[in-house]
């Protein structure tokens, strides 16, 4: 059975590289897009929200194009 998307978010396989891309194209677009708020002490509830999701976009699209290759290349 082949295993979803949703599945692959987890994989013990695919995590270790998804997390290590999150990390630092996550941390890039966070100090490009919310830097400057978060050293004027002016982060808000609706910065922190977009701030998790800037580490979980690169995250989720590091899984996917793993998944896809996994599934075109078995």
């Not at 998790?52 to 996917?64: A, G």
Request: net charge positive; hydrophobic share 45%.
């Amino acid at each position: 059975m082949k295993q979803s998307f949703f599945a692959a978010l987890l994989d013990r396989e695919f995590r270790p590289t998804a997390l290590r891309v999150a990390a630092i194209v996550g941390t890039l677009l966070f100090a490009l897009n919310h830097g400057s708020a978060l050293l004027k002490g002016k982060m808000t509830r609706d910065r922190w929200i977009s701030g998790v999701l800037t580490y979980l976009v690169p995250y989720s699209v590091n899984i996917h194009g793993q998944y896809a290759n996994r599934r075109h290349h078995p």
